[in-house]
């Protein structure tokens, strides 16, 4: 579903060139849901962008099904739509005529449980339910693929929780195939079917491994908890060769 195949990235020119990826090569399949961790400046943002198709490799081929979906760490929703408008936002853009436009609305807004928030806008709701909308508006482009970068990383544990359990629901339900940018380890170990590891300046792919805790699973799950600590570990080690 995502194929990539030696892909470097370098910015600018001569000695203040800064290559962000090198000749990474990953392939995640149709349903799979992998989750891309590394230092801060490693690259994963350079790659979500590379296989959204916002930016272009310096070298190698992408390639990632038709449109993926994108989703950040900000909701970025339009303060003077309402919940229903925002979701609704990417139907209109296509000319979905109106009366399926709102069918398929009402349809996403109960996946992500904001039935009764349609006519809201924005500024009336949580840091939690913003978020939701921006999944609900990622979820109307009908992309097989989600891209998601740090999507929860401003949101308090407790409500991450909540996202969590309804990202996994939707994308086993819908068979998505994810690919999933974190800092947060444990939130990787919750949520992958597969942990990619990348190495920082250059990144480059330093460890993966499945991840096989049955699911549902629980954040704060001892299963979850020690293979949170050997990726974190992984990543220490990776961080002290950077630093000495
Ligand atoms: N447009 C750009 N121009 C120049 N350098 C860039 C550009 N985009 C990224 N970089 C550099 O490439 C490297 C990787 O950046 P990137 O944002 O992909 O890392 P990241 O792993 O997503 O970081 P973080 O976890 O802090 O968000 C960094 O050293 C960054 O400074």
Same mark, same amino acid.
């Given at each position: 579903m995502i194929s990539i195949r030696e892909v470097s990235r370098t910015f600018g020119h001569g000695p203040e060139a800064v290559t962000a990826l090198d000749r990474l090569s990953l392939d995640v399949s149709p349903g799979e849901f992998v989750c891309i961790v590394g230092a801060s400046g490693c690259g994963k943002s350079t790659l979500l962008s590379l296989v959204a198709g916002l930016d272009t490799p310096s070298s190698g081929i992408i390639e990632a099904g038709p449109n993926p979906a994108l989703m950040f760490q #900000? $909701?970025?929703?339009? $303060?003077?739509?309402?919940v229903a408008g925002n979701v609704g936002l990417p139907l209109k853009l296509r000319k979905v005529p109106r009366p399926a436009r709102e069918a398929r609305v009402a349809e996403l807004l109960a996946t992500v449980n904001l039935s009764d928030f349609a006519?809201?806008? $924005?500024? #009336?709701?949580?840091g939690g339910m913003r978020q939701r909308v921006a999944l609900a508006r990622t979820l109307a482009l009908d992309s097989p693929v989600l891209l998601m970068d740090e999507p929860f990383g401003a949101l308090d544990a407790m409500t991450r929780d909540l996202l969590h359990d309804e990202l996994e629901r939707i994308t086993q339900e819908r068979g998505l195939t994810v690919l999933f940018v974190t800092h947060n380890v444990r939130e990787a170990a919750r949520l992958g079917d597969r942990i990619v590891l990348l190495s920082s300046r250059p990144g480059r792919l330093k460890w993966q491994g499945s991840v096989d805790i049955p699911r549902p699973r629980r954040i704060d799950s001892p299963e979850v908890s020690a293979l949170a600590a050997e990726v974190t570990d992984r990543l220490r080690e990776e961080v002290a060769q950077h630093v000495g």
């Open positions: #900000e $909701p970025a929703l339009f $303060p003077w739509l309402t006519g809201k806008r $924005p500024h #009336e709701l949580s």
